[in-house]
């Protein structure tokens, strides 16, 4: 069974975008005045200050750049099946990390259509083993806020999102009937010991 070693990574996953915007400072830092001491001079008969001409600053993009497949991608597209391998590797990953690996999955974003359909499978098979169920549902949540938009227009990945839906319907009963059954042994032994 895969048990979340960062506690608070996945419940920070679904609430990153929260983080990002609270985190944010509130003014641009500013660099100190450097001291006259500081100033560079030309070395002539008469010194001059040397004046640096500032190049224009280029704005960051929203999105940080990514050259190549990382390892989490190419363990969906190696498709072995190890979900437990995968879900071990996710939880190790940072947090914004994985965000962005969430992320960049599907083919707008610089990912592909088997890297959806990829994980979609791994989402199935996670859903099957019926362990880390809080876990994946926090990797299903952000999976579904970044890639919907692709996955409404593919044919073929509503139907496999319809057979992730059935699953998890299939796995809530089971964990809501697991839960009933320890309320009712609680309270039997509750009454039992007075």
Known sequence: ?????????WTALCNLDVIKKRNKPKAPPTAPKAAPFFLQTTKEL????????K????KESSKPLRVGESDFQRMLL???GNTQEILRYMDSMPTPMLDLELQSLSPSDGGSHELVEG????LGAAHALRTSFD????YTNVFLKYNR???????SLREKLAELRNLHKDQWADLQRRIQEVVCVTNFLKNVAL
């Open 46 to 53: 008469v010194p001059k200050f040397v004046v640096e001409e």
């Open 149 to 155: 938009q692709y996955l409404m227009e593919t044919a």
């Open 119 to 122: 994980f979609l499978n791994f």
């Open 135 to 138: 876990l994946v549902q926090a």
């Open 78 to 80: 190696a498709n072995t």
């Open 55 to 58: 190049a224009p600053e280029e």
């Open 1 to 9: 069974a895969v048990v979340s070693t960062q506690s608070t990574g």
